[in-house]
Protein backbone atom coordinates (compact mmCIF):
# COMPACT_ATOMS: atom_id res chain seq x y z
CA UNK A 1 0.00 0.00 0.00
CA UNK A 2 0.99 3.41 -1.09
CA UNK A 3 2.17 5.80 1.99
CA UNK A 4 -0.13 8.27 2.93
CA UNK A 5 1.49 11.85 2.68
CA UNK A 6 0.22 14.51 4.48
CA UNK A 7 2.45 17.73 4.19
CA UNK A 8 5.47 18.38 1.04
CA UNK A 9 7.93 21.20 1.70
CA UNK A 10 8.62 23.33 -1.51
CA UNK A 11 11.61 25.39 -1.26
CA UNK A 12 10.81 28.49 -3.63
CA UNK A 13 13.18 29.49 -6.72
CA UNK A 14 12.08 33.16 -5.48
CA UNK A 15 11.49 34.33 -2.09
CA UNK A 16 8.18 35.55 -1.34
CA UNK A 17 7.44 39.08 0.09
CA UNK A 18 5.30 39.05 3.56
CA UNK A 19 4.41 40.63 6.63
CA UNK A 20 6.49 39.40 9.84
CA UNK A 21 6.40 41.43 13.08
CA UNK A 22 6.71 44.33 11.49
CA UNK A 23 8.92 44.35 9.29
CA UNK A 24 8.82 42.81 5.12
CA UNK A 25 10.44 39.62 5.11
CA UNK A 26 11.15 36.76 2.61
CA UNK A 27 10.40 33.77 2.98
CA UNK A 28 12.29 30.72 1.11
CA UNK A 29 10.01 27.58 1.60
CA UNK A 30 6.11 26.47 1.69
CA UNK A 31 4.97 23.75 3.65
CA UNK A 32 1.89 22.53 1.90
CA UNK A 33 -0.34 20.36 4.27
CA UNK A 34 -3.37 17.05 2.02
CA UNK A 35 -6.71 18.48 1.97
CA UNK A 36 -9.50 17.78 4.23
CA UNK A 37 -12.89 15.92 3.05
CA UNK A 38 -14.44 19.39 3.41
CA UNK A 39 -12.00 20.88 1.14
CA UNK A 40 -13.90 18.59 -1.78
CA UNK A 41 -15.95 20.93 -3.94
CA UNK A 42 -11.78 22.12 -4.70
CA UNK A 43 -10.43 19.15 -4.82
CA UNK A 44 -12.73 17.82 -7.63
CA UNK A 45 -12.98 20.77 -9.97
CA UNK A 46 -8.75 20.54 -9.94
CA UNK A 47 -9.02 16.67 -11.11
CA UNK A 48 -11.07 17.62 -13.10
CA UNK A 49 -8.86 19.85 -15.10
CA UNK A 50 -6.24 17.40 -14.67
CA UNK A 51 -8.23 14.53 -15.70
CA UNK A 52 -9.93 16.98 -19.10
CA UNK A 53 -6.11 17.69 -20.10
CA UNK A 54 -5.43 13.82 -20.06
CA UNK A 55 -7.97 13.03 -21.96
CA UNK A 56 -6.71 15.71 -24.65
CA UNK A 57 -3.35 14.48 -24.32
CA UNK A 58 -3.86 10.83 -25.06
CA UNK A 59 -5.45 12.52 -28.09
CA UNK A 60 -2.78 14.08 -29.10
CA UNK A 61 0.35 12.82 -31.15
CA UNK A 62 3.16 11.94 -28.96
CA UNK A 63 5.21 14.24 -30.50
CA UNK A 64 3.53 17.02 -28.18
CA UNK A 65 4.43 15.24 -25.07
CA UNK A 66 7.70 13.55 -26.02
CA UNK A 67 9.25 16.86 -23.86
CA UNK A 68 7.69 15.71 -20.34
CA UNK A 69 8.87 12.64 -18.06
CA UNK A 70 9.44 9.65 -19.90
CA UNK A 71 11.27 7.10 -17.27
CA UNK A 72 12.18 9.38 -14.74
CA UNK A 73 9.71 10.32 -11.93
CA UNK A 74 6.98 13.00 -12.87
CA UNK A 75 7.76 16.04 -11.22
CA UNK A 76 5.39 19.23 -10.28
CA UNK A 77 6.06 21.07 -13.33
CA UNK A 78 5.59 18.39 -15.84
CA UNK A 79 1.84 18.02 -14.44
CA UNK A 80 1.31 21.63 -15.03
CA UNK A 81 3.07 21.13 -18.24
CA UNK A 82 0.72 18.60 -19.16
CA UNK A 83 -2.33 21.15 -18.30
CA UNK A 84 -1.01 23.69 -20.43
CA UNK A 85 -0.13 21.61 -23.49
CA UNK A 86 -3.67 20.28 -23.16
CA UNK A 87 -5.06 23.64 -23.41
CA UNK A 88 -6.72 23.43 -20.55
CA UNK A 89 -7.63 26.86 -18.42
CA UNK A 90 -4.45 27.08 -16.27
CA UNK A 91 -5.33 30.34 -14.91
CA UNK A 92 -9.04 29.28 -13.34
CA UNK A 93 -7.02 25.76 -11.65
CA UNK A 94 -4.68 28.43 -10.28
CA UNK A 95 -7.36 30.41 -8.83
CA UNK A 96 -8.86 27.32 -7.72
CA UNK A 97 -5.92 26.29 -6.20
CA UNK A 98 -5.32 29.58 -4.46
CA UNK A 99 -9.24 29.16 -2.96
CA UNK A 100 -8.62 25.93 -1.74
CA UNK A 101 -4.72 26.84 0.14
CA UNK A 102 -5.65 29.99 1.64
CA UNK A 103 -9.21 29.81 2.92
CA UNK A 104 -8.20 26.23 4.76
CA UNK A 105 -4.84 26.96 6.32
CA UNK A 106 -3.23 24.21 4.33
CA UNK A 107 -0.17 26.26 3.61
CA UNK A 108 2.60 28.07 5.44
CA UNK A 109 5.32 30.15 4.71
CA UNK A 110 8.44 29.19 6.46
CA UNK A 111 6.91 26.96 9.02
CA UNK A 112 5.30 30.38 10.92
CA UNK A 113 2.56 32.10 8.89
CA UNK A 114 -0.32 31.34 7.32
CA UNK A 115 -0.64 31.79 3.46
CA UNK A 116 -2.99 33.89 2.75
CA UNK A 117 -4.29 35.70 -0.98
CA UNK A 118 -1.67 38.83 -0.30
CA UNK A 119 0.85 36.39 -0.13
CA UNK A 120 0.23 34.42 -2.73
CA UNK A 121 -0.23 37.02 -4.98
CA UNK A 122 4.12 37.65 -4.43
CA UNK A 123 4.52 33.98 -5.31
CA UNK A 124 6.18 33.86 -8.81
CA UNK A 125 4.91 32.62 -11.69
CA UNK A 126 7.30 29.86 -12.13
CA UNK A 127 6.86 28.91 -8.22
CA UNK A 128 3.19 28.88 -8.61
CA UNK A 129 3.06 26.26 -11.52
CA UNK A 130 5.38 23.98 -9.64
CA UNK A 131 3.71 24.11 -6.97
CA UNK A 132 0.27 23.59 -8.14
CA UNK A 133 1.46 20.71 -10.25
CA UNK A 134 3.40 19.59 -7.01
CA UNK A 135 0.24 19.69 -4.72
CA UNK A 136 -2.01 17.84 -7.78
CA UNK A 137 0.44 14.95 -8.15
CA UNK A 138 0.95 14.46 -4.09
CA UNK A 139 -2.45 14.61 -3.31
CA UNK A 140 -5.31 15.06 -5.44
CA UNK A 141 -4.16 12.62 -8.75
CA UNK A 142 -1.56 10.23 -6.93
CA UNK A 143 -3.57 7.66 -6.60
CA UNK A 144 -5.10 8.19 -10.46
CA UNK A 145 -1.73 8.48 -11.79
CA UNK A 146 -0.64 5.09 -9.65
CA UNK A 147 -3.51 3.23 -11.25
CA UNK A 148 -3.39 4.44 -14.88
CA UNK A 149 0.34 3.37 -14.79
CA UNK A 150 1.41 7.06 -16.21
CA UNK A 151 4.16 6.57 -19.07
CA UNK A 152 3.60 9.10 -21.50
CA UNK A 153 5.88 7.80 -24.21
CA UNK A 154 4.69 4.08 -23.83
CA UNK A 155 1.05 5.08 -24.39
CA UNK A 156 -0.27 4.02 -28.03
CA UNK A 157 -2.01 6.80 -30.64
CA UNK A 158 -3.51 5.69 -33.94
CA UNK B 1 -5.16 60.01 -20.26
CA UNK B 2 -4.39 60.11 -15.90
CA UNK B 3 -6.38 58.29 -13.37
CA UNK B 4 -6.27 59.20 -10.05
CA UNK B 5 -5.50 56.63 -7.18
CA UNK B 6 -8.64 55.37 -5.52
CA UNK B 7 -8.85 52.02 -5.25
CA UNK B 8 -6.43 50.94 -3.57
CA UNK B 9 -6.58 46.95 -1.79
CA UNK B 10 -4.96 47.62 2.17
CA UNK B 11 -3.45 44.93 3.36
CA UNK B 12 -2.18 44.66 6.95
CA UNK B 13 -0.32 42.16 8.44
CA UNK B 14 -1.14 39.79 5.31
CA UNK B 15 -4.50 40.32 5.98
CA UNK B 16 -6.54 42.08 3.43
CA UNK B 17 -8.72 45.02 5.51
CA UNK B 18 -11.92 46.46 3.76
CA UNK B 19 -12.25 49.72 4.77
CA UNK B 20 -14.70 53.18 4.12
CA UNK B 21 -14.11 54.26 0.74
CA UNK B 22 -12.03 57.65 0.04
CA UNK B 23 -10.80 57.12 3.61
CA UNK B 24 -7.59 56.31 3.15
CA UNK B 25 -4.56 59.62 3.69
CA UNK B 26 -1.46 59.06 4.27
CA UNK B 27 2.15 61.06 4.30
CA UNK B 28 5.32 59.19 2.84
CA UNK B 29 7.52 59.87 5.90
CA UNK B 30 10.12 62.83 4.23
CA UNK B 31 9.61 64.76 7.65
CA UNK B 32 9.01 68.44 7.85
CA UNK B 33 11.59 71.04 6.29
CA UNK B 34 12.14 74.30 7.83
CA UNK B 35 13.79 77.29 5.72
CA UNK B 36 14.90 80.22 7.76
CA UNK B 37 16.36 83.81 6.49
CA UNK B 38 19.60 85.04 8.29
CA UNK B 39 21.13 87.76 7.24
CA UNK B 40 24.76 89.55 7.44
CA UNK B 41 22.95 92.52 7.90
CA UNK B 42 22.69 95.38 4.98
CA UNK B 43 19.25 93.48 3.66
CA UNK B 44 21.54 90.29 2.12
CA UNK B 45 19.84 87.20 3.75
CA UNK B 46 21.25 83.36 3.42
CA UNK B 47 18.72 80.64 3.60
CA UNK B 48 19.40 78.42 6.57
CA UNK B 49 17.74 74.78 5.51
CA UNK B 50 16.69 72.26 8.14
CA UNK B 51 15.10 69.38 8.22
CA UNK B 52 12.98 68.11 11.48
CA UNK B 53 13.37 64.32 11.85
CA UNK B 54 11.29 64.35 14.72
CA UNK B 55 8.80 63.73 11.86
CA UNK B 56 10.33 61.54 9.60
CA UNK B 57 7.50 58.95 9.84
CA UNK B 58 4.31 57.85 7.48
CA UNK B 59 1.41 58.10 9.18
CA UNK B 60 -1.67 56.70 7.85
CA UNK B 61 -5.08 57.34 8.46
CA UNK B 62 -8.58 55.04 7.32
CA UNK B 63 -11.58 54.69 8.45
CA UNK B 64 -13.49 51.15 8.87
CA UNK B 65 -16.97 50.11 9.81
CA UNK B 66 -18.16 49.38 13.06
CA UNK B 67 -18.50 46.19 12.99
CA UNK B 68 -17.57 43.42 15.54
CA UNK B 69 -14.34 41.87 12.87
CA UNK B 70 -12.92 45.38 12.43
CA UNK B 71 -13.81 46.48 16.83
CA UNK B 72 -11.60 42.86 16.97
CA UNK B 73 -8.73 43.83 14.29
CA UNK B 74 -8.50 47.07 15.69
CA UNK B 75 -8.00 45.51 18.89
CA UNK B 76 -5.30 42.82 17.24
CA UNK B 77 -3.38 45.78 15.83
CA UNK B 78 -3.45 47.68 19.09
CA UNK B 79 -1.76 44.95 20.82
CA UNK B 80 0.85 44.05 18.46
CA UNK B 81 2.60 47.48 19.06
CA UNK B 82 4.57 48.81 16.76
CA UNK B 83 4.71 45.09 14.94
CA UNK B 84 2.39 45.94 12.33
CA UNK B 85 3.36 46.00 8.29
CA UNK B 86 1.06 48.08 5.98
CA UNK B 87 1.09 47.81 2.41
CA UNK B 88 -1.19 49.83 -0.10
CA UNK B 89 -1.44 48.49 -4.13
CA UNK B 90 -2.86 49.97 -6.56
CA UNK B 91 -2.58 48.71 -10.22
CA UNK B 92 1.96 49.82 -10.38
CA UNK B 93 1.19 51.54 -7.33
CA UNK B 94 2.24 50.44 -4.01
CA UNK B 95 3.34 51.61 -0.60
CA UNK B 96 4.53 49.78 2.30
CA UNK B 97 5.23 51.10 6.29
CA UNK B 98 7.06 48.64 8.40
CA UNK B 99 6.56 48.71 12.16
CA UNK B 100 3.56 50.64 12.52
CA UNK B 101 1.69 51.15 15.67
CA UNK B 102 -2.16 52.20 15.73
CA UNK B 103 -1.38 55.31 17.61
CA UNK B 104 -5.15 56.46 18.05
CA UNK B 105 -7.13 55.53 21.21
CA UNK B 106 -9.80 54.63 18.75
CA UNK B 107 -13.17 55.50 18.93
CA UNK B 108 -15.96 53.22 18.02
CA UNK B 109 -18.88 54.88 16.83
CA UNK B 110 -22.21 53.24 17.20
CA UNK B 111 -24.20 54.20 15.09
CA UNK B 112 -26.03 53.10 11.87
CA UNK B 113 -23.36 54.71 9.84
CA UNK B 114 -20.91 54.83 12.23
CA UNK B 115 -16.90 54.16 11.29
CA UNK B 116 -14.11 53.62 13.57
CA UNK B 117 -11.25 56.20 12.63
CA UNK B 118 -7.59 54.61 12.78
CA UNK B 119 -4.16 56.32 12.59
CA UNK B 120 -1.03 54.45 12.22
CA UNK B 121 2.37 55.61 12.31
CA UNK B 122 5.68 54.08 11.39
CA UNK B 123 8.85 54.08 9.30
CA UNK B 124 8.70 56.32 5.88
CA UNK B 125 6.77 54.51 3.08
CA UNK B 126 8.46 52.53 0.83
Known amino acids: MAKVVKEFEYKLIEPVKYH ?3 QEALGYKMTLKAPSPANRKHILKLKQHFIEAMQIISDKP ?3 TDNI ?3 RELKGSDITN ?3 IAGVDVNEAIDIFKELICSSNLAHVDDSQALTPFIFDNISIEDLENILGE ?3 VFIVSSWLEKSNTDLNGSSHN | MSISLANPTLTINN ?3 YYMPNSIVYTEGYGE ?3 RAQTSGNGAVDIVFSQNVETKMSNFKFDVANTLENIDLAKNWKKNLNQNTI ?3 DNSYSRTITSAALISDFEVNLGSEGVISLEFRGNSAV
Do not use: F, P
Request: hydrophobic share 45%.
Open chain 1, 69 to 71: ASE
Open chain 1, 135 to 137: YLK
Open chain 1, 20 to 22: KQG
Open chain 1, 62 to 64: RKA
Open chain 2, 87 to 89: TII
Open chain 2, 15 to 17: IAV
Open chain 2, 33 to 35: YNQ
Open chain 1, 82 to 84: MLL
